[in-house]
T-cell receptor, first 114, second 113 residues
Framework: GAGVSQTPSNKVTEKGKYVELRCDPI?????LYWYRQSLGQGPEFLIY????????DSGLPNDRFFAVRPEGSVSTLKIQRTERGDSAVYLC????????????FGPGTRLTVT | ELKVEQNPLFLSMQEGKNYTIYCNYS?????LYWYRQDPGKSLESLFV?????AVKQEGRLMASLDTKARLSTLHITAAVHDLSATYFC?????????????FGKGTLLTVNP
């Protein structure tokens, strides 16, 4: 079946602009995660959804970052007033349930803030 | 806070040689993952290790887990060029935040002919 999909694959934006990154999880997966991968680093946890609610948003770096999952499927990561330090690959993952279920990763969105 | 250390971070090997990548982690966990990442691509799951002493093999790669030592190894046997990639270990948190994965910095493996 289809894997996790993310759009756009690449996004270039100017400093100070607003961006939205979309994630479409594997059908039937109730848990969804966002990670951020900076150049030369491993992915870092941002936020975890169980169903429609954000069960853990402790990894969001500041209040410019926000994510939603209104119908318990597709999720959107929103970044306001982008800064050059936000440039990274944003990875989405989904799993059948929360907890220790294996996470399946999407191809990522490469965000470049100029 | 769970910390994960991988070493080496950079590994250049000749085809046909053997080598081991190490992954140490700081607190108790009940599962560990190895992923492969090719340039510009996402993470491909290689192994899931769920218990002390677990050993899994796929082709030229073999992963093991020692939960008492908080150590996992990824052993490469008779390396070939196609294995060139970045390899990450990721450790699952325990307890109430067991959904959270903490990744190492990755090992960039280059296999030279």
């Amino acid at each position: 079946g289809a894997g996790v999909s993310q759009t756009p694959s690449n996004k270039v934006t100017e400093k100070g602009k607003y961006v939205e990154l979309r994630c479409d999880p594997i059908s039937g997966h109730t848990a969804l995660y966002w990670y951020r991968q900076s150049l030369g680093q491993g992915p870092e946890f941002l936020i975890y959804f169980q169903g429609t609610g954000a069960a853990d948003d402790s990894g969001l770096p500041n209040d410019r970052f926000f994510a939603v999952r209104p119908e318990g499927s597709v999720s959107t990561l929103k970044i306001q007033r982008t800064e050059r330090g936000d440039s990274a690959v944003y990875l989405c993952a989904s799993s059948l349930g929360g907890g220790a279920y294996e996470q399946y990763f999407g191809p990522g969105t490469r965000l470049t803030v100029t | 806070e769970l910390k994960v250390e991988q070493n080496p971070l950079f590994l250049s090997m000749q085809e046909g040689k053997n080598y081991t990548i190490y992954c140490n982690y700081s607190t108790t966990s009940d599962r560990l993952y190895w992923y492969r990442q090719d340039p510009g691509k996402s993470l491909e799951s290689l192994f899931v290790l769920l218990s002390n002493g677990a050993v899994k093999q796929e082709g030229r790669l073999m992963a093991s887990l020692d939960t008492k030592a908080r150590l996992s190894t990824l052993h490469i046997t008779a390396a070939v060029h196609d294995l060139s990639a970045t390899y990450f270990c990721a450790v699952g948190n325990s307890g109430g935040s067991n959904y959270k994965l903490t990744f190492g910095k990755g090992t960039l493996l280059t296999v030279n002919p």
